[in-house]
């Protein structure tokens, strides 16, 4: 439904359509993604469930899965660069950029910060961020062209 609304709003610019669309999307697929997301054209959810997606920049081969957050914050959106991965309950607030080959482990919040290209990010203490060196390329259990 999403690119149904997606393609309806870019050549037509319909907001009754669209927004109706995106409502029903909303409901059967407890998935907040609004039709003016340009999402890219490679990407993988793996369950819809609680996704909230802002008007952000987003890379190719991007996977989500539930309950993960991609958010504005005072305004500020961030930049999710090629081969982003947020496991469940990961959320990206603000104006970063997450480097490519990014994997977010469950539960890890970036808000407001960069993270380093091809590394996974884990949640240290008192909500610190670290990174470790990603041991295989994940993006082969999703794409075939990576």
């Not at 909500?127 to 794409?143: A, H, Q, W």
Request: contains cysteine.
């Amino acid at each position: 439904m999403y690119y149904l609304a997606n393609t309806i709003w870019c050549k037509e610019q319909t907001r009754t359509v669209c927004t109706k669309l995106f409502a029903l999307n909303k409901a059967l697929n407890a998935i907040d993604c609004f039709y003016e997301i340009e999402l890219p054209e490679v990407f993988f959810i793996g369950h819809s469930v609680g996704i909230v997606l802002a008007k952000a920049s987003y890379g190719n081969h991007l996977v989500l899965y539930q309950n993960s957050t991609v958010g504005k914050n005072h305004g500020a959106a961030p930049v999710l660069e090629d081969g982003v991965v947020t496991y469940p309950n990961s959320a990206i607030i603000g104006g970063g950029l997450i480097r490519a080959g990014t994997i977010l482990s469950q539960g890890v919040s970036v808000i407001n910060r960069c993270t380093e290209a091809n590394m996974t990010g884990l949640q240290g203490a008192n909500g610190s961020l670290l990174f470790k060196p990603i041991e295989r390329n994940v993006l082969t259990d999703f794409f075939r062209d990576v």
